[in-house]
Nanobody
Framework: VQVVESGGGLVQPGGSLRLSCVAS????????MRWYRQAPGKERELVTF????????WYADSVKGRFTISRDNANNTVYLQMNSLKPEDTAVYYC?????????WGQGTQVTVSS
């Protein structure tokens, strides 16, 4: 299983970014896809997840109404659209899938929100 994130960068407060995660090596359409983030000096936290069919979605309170998760099962890709970004959203963002009881992580992509 491989998980590769992209799309991070430096953005001003109030701006937007779209993260992408391409995953392979498993049946993508059957996997629950998650986005986590880890800010400096803090523990990794779950930001959002989407069920395999997209019928179930959850967001952390801190991002609700600003972030949107979506997936393209035909292209083994999950996205995280981040709008109205705040400095406190600064973190390394990780894509995650648990497959056959094992968690798989990407290398992460840095998101920095600063003026």
């Amino acid at each position: 299983v491989q998980v590769v994130e992209s799309g991070g960068g430096l953005v001003q407060p109030g701006g937007s970014l779209r993260l992408s995660c391409v995953a392979s090596g498993f049946t993508f359409s059957s996997g629950v896809m998650r986005w986590y983030r880890q800010a400096p000096g803090k523990e990794r936290e779950l930001v959002t997840f989407m069920s395999s069919t997209g019928g179930s979605i959850w967001y952390a309170d801190s991002v609700k109404g600003r972030f949107t998760i979506s997936r393209d099962n035909a292209n083994n890709t999950v996205y995280l659209q981040m709008n109205s970004l705040k400095p406190e959203d600064t973190a390394v963002y990780y894509c995650n899938v648990v497959w056959r009881l094992r968690p798989y992580w990407g290398q992460g992509t840095q998101v920095t929100v600063s003026s």
